[in-house]
């Protein structure tokens, strides 16, 4: 039942910006984690950020901090990465997630793969 969808992804100019969507299906935000990762061909998977309401926490990764930034909407049970002055090296395709541990798999980098994904969005930045 539970089932996340993303969309937004497209192909962008090097500073350019957009927006991802997760709309959440099958449980309230507010009760579990949802985060994003990506990957990017020829490239393991990397965790990108994680908001946690239980927490009150969020995460990113060092290579997107102060350019990415996580939200979430509960009335439409949606989260977004906000995603600014991106560089080619962010190319790649990016998976809405949900754990009920996320936040720790993301933060401690704890060898956990999440009980949930999404189909992935493909985001190209080139010039």
């Known amino acids: 039942q539970v089932q996340l969808v993303e969309s937004g992804g497209g192909l962008v100019q090097p500073g350019g910006s957009l927006r991802l969507s997760c709309v959440v299906s099958g449980f309230r935000l507010a009760n579990r984690p949802v985060g994003w990762f990506r990957q990017a061909p020829g490239k393991e998977r990397e965790a990108v950020s994680c908001i946690s309401r239980s927490a009150g926490s969020t995460y990113y990764a060092e290579s997107v901090k102060g350019r990415f930034t996580i939200s979430s909407d509960n009335a439409k049970n949606t989260v977004y990465l906000q995603m600014n002055s991106l560089k080619p090296e962010d190319t790649a395709v990016y998976y809405c997630?949900?754990?009920?541990?996320?936040?720790?798999?993301?933060?401690?980098?704890?060898?956990?793969?999440?009980?949930?994904w999404g189909q992935g969005t493909q985001v190209t930045v080139s010039s």
């Open positions: 997630a949900s754990d009920l541990h996320l936040y720790e798999i993301l933060s401690l980098s704890w060898g956990r793969s999440p009980d949930y």
